[in-house]
C-alpha cells in the first residue's frame, strides 16, 4: 500500500488565504452605501467579520 493510499482527507483554509474576502467586503458595501453613508469601511468589514 503506497502513502498516498492512506490519505482521508486534505483540508485547506481558503478563506482568507485564497479568497480576499475582506477586500471584496469593502469594495461592495462602499460601492452600494457610500454615497449615502460616511463610514469607515475598513472597520465595518472587521466588525462584520466577527460577527
Known amino acids: ?3 498516498l493510499s492512506r490519505i482521508k482527507a ?3 483554509n481558503v ?3 485564497t479568497v480576499d ?3 471584496g467586503v469593502v469594495r461592495e458595501v462602499k ?3 457610500g454615497a449615502r453613508y460616511q463610514l469607515d469601511w475598513v472597520a465595518f468589514a472587521n466588525h ?3 460577527q
Open 1 to 3: 500500500m503506497s502513502e
Open 10 to 12: 486534505l483540508t485547506f
Open 15 to 17: 478563506f482568507g488565504a
Open 21 to 23: 474576502w475582506f477586500g
Open 31 to 33: 460601492a452600494m452605501f
Open 48 to 50: 462584520w467579520r466577527v
